[in-house]
């Protein structure tokens, strides 16, 4: 069967490089994984991973090697000049990199167990991350999603080379809904679609959406592929399956015989004009002929400053400047507004003087939702709005979490307890306390103390705390959580499925030594103890807690008491 159909866009590079290989090959292959060293991936490789063996990163063959890597992050080329504006990476641990050498071949395998690939590794190499940052993403600051990441999430060593492809990932969810590019390019054909236009989204689509979508096709004169990102989006977006199903409502809005819904499995990186260039690469290779850009593509929101990361139509422009390489139509659009004198959506620019326009933000958007207020027929569909209910219900019916931090002999165990039995006594939701010492000696007892296992020891509190706050429950967590890049995972984790309080008990060190009652803090001082919190290892303050309360000035049933008029005042709980 031929890479591509004649009449449709050719793939990036000329072929759809296609890495998974045939039934019996793939099992010569299961065979040797058996006896070879294996990597387990991680939801972002997983994504990584489905793309480049289906093709959709056409045309890589496999995961970067160090030239590449260089190339790309320096001049937006892999090594042989070919555009590539991300570097697609696998990274792993230290003590992975030491059990192989440049030839060895390496099984890698699904978190459900199963071997998707095998690699040769032809380099293994130590990146500088604050390099990659700068060079991708304009900045080395962590308040840019993927800066983070790589900061902090991100194993030390990447290796580089070739894979063989065995399987896809399984996907248990909207089967119907999941396309390869081949799979696309065939349905194209098929349907006689030569002129394709893909719309990307990783949020639910209202009515302004459907309008530009619209909008872009007709001026196109081509038909539409909804192509929505359902792989890894910016923390904080709304989940997958809530996005789908109001996809799923949204598309009886279109045409039917000109347009199609395909879910892409991507794990974004939130890059701005170099991801518009990225996206624009991987439509091409599902067979689209032209791209939407609109305002702010792939923008990670507001910089360490409270300013953009990248200008409104920075990506418009980087996406023109390599248009005719690229072999894809841009088709930029600017944000759609509705006017209440026409009734009607459109582009700002062209808004007649002196009319009354209407808009609601991502941010307002969520604020109606949690806190059951009415959203206005202009703004979207009824069924997409009790789909959204469904899944953002008010606050006052969410799970949430409080979340103590603050040194050791702080109090925050104490305000915990307090603020657990007043949280019973009102009844209204199931209450777990997640208190350190509780949580070590149940879920961490092989962990040491050193960062590593304390960082450790926190993801598990916050993973627990995820899961009863999704389930509508209530979370009270008291570590002392020294770090503010693990406390940022854990508000991360719990902020999908809830809300997420941080309580700051801001006790005085000499204070906190004072109390001192299981001697740590005095055999810390005489070197008994090591990295211990406050002595020889540091304890970062909170920046932006929510709550701040201080033991040392009032009881812990009246800082119990602050913590509960927050909620009360958040519309988490109701007093009366």
């Not at 069924?383 to 899944?391: D, P």
């Not at 039995?421 to 009102?426: I, P, R």
Request: aromatic share 8%; net charge negative; hydrophobic share 35%.
């Amino acid at each position: 069967m031929s890479d591509t159909h004649k009449d449709l866009t050719p793939p990036h590079g000329g072929t759809l490089k296609e890495l998974l290989v045939d039934s019996d090959r793939a099992a010569k292959l299961r065979e040797e994984a058996r006896d070879l060293p294996s990597w387990d991936l991680t939801d972002r490789q997983v994504c990584d991973i489905e793309l480049l063996l289906n093709g959709g990163f056409s045309p890589l063959d496999g995961f970067l090697r160090e030239k590449d890597y260089d190339s790309v992050c320096a001049d937006m080329r892999l090594a042989d000049g070919t555009l590539w504006p991300i570097p697609i990476n696998l990274d792993v641990t230290e003590d992975f990199a030491g059990s192989i050498k440049p030839g060895s071949r390496i099984a890698l395998r699904h978190p459900e167990g199963m071997v998707l690939a095998i690699m040769t590794v032809d380099d293994l190499y130590r990146p500088d991350f604050r390099r990659q940052a700068e060079q991708v993403y304009g900045a080395a600051d962590e308040a840019h999603p993927e800066v983070f990441r790589l900061f902090h999430q991100t194993s030390p060593v990447y290796l580089g080379g070739p894979l063989e492809g065995i399987e896809a990932p399984p996907h248990h969810t909207f089967k119907h809904l999941r396309h390869s590019p081949r799979e696309l390019r065939e349905w194209f054909a098929k349907m006689g679609w030569t002129n394709v236009v893909a719309f990307q989204t990783r949020n639910p689509m209202h009515r302004a959406h459907v309008e530009l979508a619209k909008r872009a096709s007709q001026k196109g004169e081509a038909n539409l592929l909804i192509h929505p990102v359902v792989g890894m989006t910016k923390p904080g977006d709304v989940d997958y399956f809530v996005r789908v199903r109001c996809y799923q409502e949204v598309i009886k809005h279109f045409p039917e015989q000109t347009t199609q819904l395909s879910l892409l499995p991507l794990a974004m990186r939130m890059g701005g004009p170099r991801e518009a260039v990225w996206h624009a690469i991987i439509r091409k290779n599902h067979g689209c002929s032209r791209f939407i850009v609109g305002r702010d593509h792939a923008g990670p929101g507001k910089n360490s400053q409270g300013e953009d990361f990248y200008g409104p139509y920075d990506a418009q422009e980087l996406v023109r400047a390599y248009q005719d390489e690229l072999g894809i139509v841009m088709q930029p659009f600017e944000e759609m507004v509705f006017v209440e004198d026409l009734a009607q959506y459109v582009p700002r620019s062209e808004v007649p003087e002196g009319s009354r326009v209407l808009n609601i933000s991502g941010t307002e958007l969520r604020r109606r939702l949690k806190e059951g207020l009415d959203l206005p027929d202009w703004f979207s569909y009824p069924e997409v709005i009790t789909r959204l209910r469904q899944a953002f219900p008010p606050k006052k019916k969410q799970g949430f979490t409080v979340f103590f931090t603050g040194l050791s002999g702080s109090g925050k165990s104490t305000i915990a307890n307090v603020l657990m039995a007043k949280l019973m006594e009102q009844g209204t939701r199931p209450v777990t306390l997640l208190d350190g010492d509780l949580v070590r000696k149940h879920l961490s007892s092989e962990l040491g103390f050193s960062k590593e296992h304390r960082e450790i020891n926190i993801r598990r509190i916050g993973f627990v705390a995820s899961e009863i706050t999704k389930n509508g429950g209530v979370a009270i967590c008291a570590p002392i959580a020294p770090y503010r890049a693990t406390r940022r995972e854990v508000r991360e984790m719990v902020s999908q499925g809830g809300g997420f309080v941080e309580v700051y008990v801001a006790t005085p060190l000499e204070v906190c030594e004072e109390r001192d009652r299981k001697g740590l803090y005095a055999k810390a001082r005489a070197g008994q103890i090591k990295q211990f919190t406050g002595i020889d290892d540091p304890y970062e303050e909170p920046e932006q807690a929510e709550v701040v309360v201080d033991t040392s000035r009032y009881s812990a049933d009246e800082l119990a008491q602050q913590v509960i008029l927050h909620l009360e005042k958040q519309g988490y709980i109701d007093l009366d």
